[in-house]
């Protein structure tokens, strides 16, 4: 038995904060089986989440100040070996991505940040991966900064570098 009902807000993925809007059996691709379905908070997506995922529901943390918001312009830049192969390079930004831990997803996006620069210098892009992983953090924060500030998806980066004034709703 889940300990999660509807009505409750969980996070769910890289899906953001979601309300759970009912509990019914649904068959697809010929099989039946039980399901939540989520409303995500911030748009009008429907998920479809199998009961016994449930486990990958992450209860939403408090809401951060604006001084924690920017003390997190101060976080040290996640360590990536941009020499990995892009197996491993995925794997570690997910397993950034399932602690759920701002501090580390700010440091994260801080190391793509940086990493875009330095190619930049040489008229190189980001790999595919790694601007995925930076759309992740960015959706990420934009989901913990929303409940405290008043922003746009696009306004976190220059938030966390500074060239933004974070302003409360």
């Known amino acids: 038995m889940s ?4 009505g409750d807000k969980v996070k769910y993925g890289v899906y953001g904060e979601c309300e759970i809007v009912d509990r ?3 068959t697809i691709g010929g099989k039946t089986r039980e399901f939540f379905i989520l409303s995500q908070i911030k748009s009008t997506s429907t998920i479809f ?3 016994e995922k449930a486990s990958n529901f992450r209860d ?5 100040t604006v001084d924690e918001i ?3 312009r101060f976080t040290k830049r996640n360590e990536i070996d941009w020499n990995a192969d892009d197996k491993l390079r995925s794997e570690r930004f997910r397993e950034v991505f399932d602690r759920d831990v701002t501090d580390e997803i ?3 996006l801080f190391a793509l940040i940086e990493r875009q620069s330095e190619l930049k210098v040489l008229k190189k892009k980001l790999r595919a991966i ?3 992983a930076m759309k992740a953090c ?4 934009f989901d913990e900064f929303s409940r405290t500030l008043d922003l746009r998806p696009e306004d976190v980066t220059p938030i966390l570098t500074g060239e933004l004034e974070p302003v409360l709703k």
């Open 3 to 6: 300990k999660y009902g509807i």
């Open 24 to 26: 019914r059996e649904e």
């Open 49 to 51: 989440v199998p009961v």
């Open 60 to 64: 939403i943390k408090n809401a951060l």
């Open 70 to 72: 920017k003390a997190l």
């Open 106 to 108: 700010a440091a994260t």
């Open 130 to 132: 790694e601007t995925n």
């Open 138 to 141: 960015e959706k990420i924060l």
